[in-house]
């Protein structure tokens, strides 16, 4: 239950990134939008480590809440808002995963990657999809067509994001793991990364 209203809570906050979410139709169909796309990122980024995890230990492991990401949410969405950020700052990872079986930080580093690597697949296909939606080859309705245009705005903008700072090789970030595991993996998906992060979301 935790984890289900922590993804609702947080594409509610995301949802005010868009100056036209508010108390109409088109403020439902933002949010929707917002919904979809977090919780697509959320098992993009999240699914693969599980997988990976799963097959060497037998083990599921347990979702977290992570509280203090709403805050943090919240503040880059204000700080989005009131500086005109365009693309706003979309964080969305707001869930963890506990093991009670480590694998070492070879085992952390494969499962941080195949993460970002899912995610950084999953933003670029979303990419093309909203490029779709955007030139009319698919047609939902109105409300419809804003509810996935903005699910797919929402997967690239915070999975590109997500990925690109987050391969960062700072404490506390997953690219720590994989720039400690592996240097030349580390080294391709931070320069795959960041170069969709600047033709996509800053070139336009």
């Known amino acids: 239950m935790k984890v289900v209203l922590a993804v609702v809570v ?25 919904l979809i796309g977090l919780s697509v990122v959320l098992v993009a980024f999240e699914l693969p480590g599980l997988l990976i995890h799963r097959g060497q230990t037998r083990e599921w492991g347990r979702l977290k809440v992570l509280p203090w ?20 700052y979309l964080y969305g990872i707001v869930l963890g995963v506990l093991f009670a079986r480590g694998g070492g930080r070879a085992a952390e580093g494969r499962e941080q990657a195949a993460g970002m ?4 697949l999953l933003a670029i296909g979303a ?11 698919i047609n939902a309705g109105t ?8 699910a797919a705005s929402a997967v690239v903008v915070s999975g590109l994001e997500a990925v690109a700072f987050g391969m960062m090789p700072f404490t506390f970030m997953p690219g ?29």
């Open 10 to 34: 947080a594409a509610l906050i995301s949802s005010f990134l868009s100056q036209q979410m508010g108390l109409s139709t088109d403020g439902l169909a933002i949010y929707l939008g917002f």
């Open 69 to 88: 990401v709403l805050v943090l949410a919240a503040m880059f969405v204000l700080t989005s808002r009131l500086a005109s950020l365009q693309p706003g």
């Open 127 to 137: 990419w093309w999809f909203g490029g779709q939606v955007a030139a009319g080859a």
């Open 143 to 150: 409300f419809g067509n804003v509810v996935l245009a903005t």
């Open 117 to 120: 690597m899912g995610t950084l």
């Open 176 to 204: 720590r793991a994989v720039y400690q595991w592996h240097r030349w993996v580390w080294a391709v998906l931070s320069a795959v990364a960041m170069f969709a992060f600047f033709h996509i979301l800053i070139g336009p």
